[in-house]
């Protein structure tokens, strides 16, 4: 290396060193610290000025609360609500000591030592609000009084830090007493009701007073959630965690000494008395204003936000409609039943849901006889089971998967399958043999005219050639929930759980070519500080079109010449399918025209709503089954919201007929044997009998259960037309078919 390359990179070097040593020059520690300390500095300055310029303001709107009103989708009021606050004001010292504990072990354990703020928790507020995860952080019992009574429920950083800073003021200037008083009297507990004295009587029906411990921790308890915690309307995941909520407010209270474990030992959880309908919600205006309520939530208007008042919400109802359906089940059902005279009638319960399939607007809705006589909408309800209004997804999920029978022919309207009933289902780990309504065998029969009239054989058999798994896996595609729905043969029936909204939201998507419908109620939600815009639905195909148009097809049949004939006014075009549950416990009519999806149940409720019970005998009409008043129902219904009729039709593609063998020659078929139509035949005596009674064993011989499903040519022998029927519901067990309804 020459002289000038040597200096060089010794300039390079100290250029290098002069670098390091400036950047350790520019952060030394004494340095650091001084930063670190001027934003101290800084911040507590910030904050001393904060202090010094907020004071703690009057009480906010909360206590001079204006009411919500709700519209049809016209414009035209349907409802107010909170007209008044539920509210009344109670001393602490009427509130027994122990229930006034249960606050303070449930909420915040601290509060009678701390000085009225938690900087973790609102710390940690204030970054999940930064980060968007709105009002998550913790709080203690004075700064959620100081934002109920003073402040807003909105989830700001600018909220959190004046609540910060009147916590601390009002801690100073009020006693530990005084706060409690004010959380315990302002607080949202659900139901309407703001303050214990509020929710004492809408829990319990009695005052505050008068509460013990073990109902002051759920009330206590109440106030994380107040609406998925209502042990009335809680789903099993919402009455779990309240539960435990509930438990771990006792344990806090042994912690602290305030109860000991002896006492805490001898409570029980107090389950609440079921709640009272607010006053103005008569009638279906009540079911109407909870479905909005429900999907307000879901949509970030919480019960609290709501209960603030100042709301305008627009519902998708059609008041025309709406007035529509609640004249036919009064003209179709309610006018035949001596509710007060015959026993039977009295269980009765009826819930429609109608959607428009194109848009998944729900246009009417029908929850009960009143709402104030019977708070549970029998329109969202999922306690019964759709039964053979589940049949129809079967034949979907066999055309979208490509399935094929036992003996390798491709699953079609026309593929031929053996009906006769008991018939043991090949191909299953899970014995099944379900009975056929009456017991009637059909021997060979088409998928279509399997549809037309129920047969449970052959549904049993198909779901068996597609497997439970590829058929549940359609079902929740188009919208069927997942709640009490195993991958066995007898799902075939319908043995899971659904709702009339649930199902008008699935037969809305095979309406819309298979294109995703999903229900809504809300058009919109308008406020003086904001506004909420209606969840916009997602429009993905749930199934392809010529599965969903095929199924169309089938269902077509079922009201020209099965065991929908109820509904076929010939007035519009129309498809659709019965159901009779197990014990005739619910009856279904679920069906659309190209204009509107509507589902119709009854439910036999009994002792309250606590269990359910048979239909058979309602109206003194014998079995109530999908085909007599629910159909009924449906076709009056759409015949007045279609203003009459209609000349729109079904606009089908790719309807597929399934696979079949080439005719046999001249020779093999009579001259005079008529051709099997693609067409329904009508049946000769429409049954509203269910056709699907299962059967615990067979009591007479069936087909040996290697026996695969059969194919007919196309040119066959004109079968007899069948009854139309419904269905009853199976349980499953090793050795054969559960037991039939009795």
Known sequence: MGRADARRAQARGSRRAAKSGGIRRLFTWKKLLGTFFGIILLGMGAFGALYLYVDVPAANAMAERQSNVYKYSDGTVLART????????????????????????????????????????????????????????????????VKNFYLTQDPTVSRKLRELVISLKVDQQKSKDEILAGYINTAYYGRGASGIQAAAQAYYGIDAKDLDVS????????????????????????????????AYTLRNMVEMGWLTESEKAGLEFPVPDKPKPAEGMEGQAGYLVEAANKELEKQGVSAADREAGGWTFTLTIDKKRQKALEKSVEDQLESKLDREGNKIDATVQAGATSVDPKTGKVVALYGGEDYIKHYISNATRQDYQPA??????????ALENE??????????????YDGTSRRPVVGSDTPFSPQNEDDRSYGPISVQKAMNSSVNSVFAQMIVDVTPAAVKETALAVGVPDKNFPERPAVSLGTMNASTWDMAGVYATLDNHGRKVTPHILQSAEHRDRTVDAEKPKRVQAISRASADTVTKALTGVVDAGSGGAANTGAYDAAGK?????????????????????????????????????LTGTANSGRASGSGFPARIWADYTLGALGGGSGKTFDLEDVQRGEVPAPPTPSETPSEEPTESEEPTPPETPSETPSETPSEAPSSPAPPTSSPPVTLPTKTPELPPEPGGDDGQPGERPGGGGAPPQ
């Open 403 to 416: 399935s094929k029978t036992q003996d390798g022919s491709l699953i079609g309207l026309n593929t031929v």
């Open 82 to 145: 909170g007209k008044g606050v539920n509210r009344q004001i109670v001393d602490l010292n009427e509130v027994p000591k122990k229930v006034q504990h249960t606050f303070v072990a449930a909420e915040n354990k601290t509060f009678y030592k701390d000085q009225g703020v938690d900087l973790k928790g609102t710390t940690r507020g204030i970054f999940n609000t930064l980060s968007g995860k709105g009002k998550q952080g913790g709080s203690t019992i004075t700064q959620q009084y």
């Open 388 to 397: 053979s209004t589940f049949k129809p997804l079967v034949l979907a999920s």
């Open 215 to 246: 109902q002051g921790a759920y009330l206590a308890s109440l106030l994380q959630a107040p609406s998925q915690y209502d042990w009335n309307t809680a789903t099993d995941t919402g009455k779990k965690l309240v539960k435990e909520r509930w």
């Open 578 to 614: 019965t159901g009779t549950s197990e014990d005739n416990k619910s009856a279904w009519f679920a069906g659309y025209t190209p204009e509107l999806a509507t589902v119709v149940a009854l439910f036999g409720e009994g002792d309250g709503g606590r269990k359910q019970v048979s």
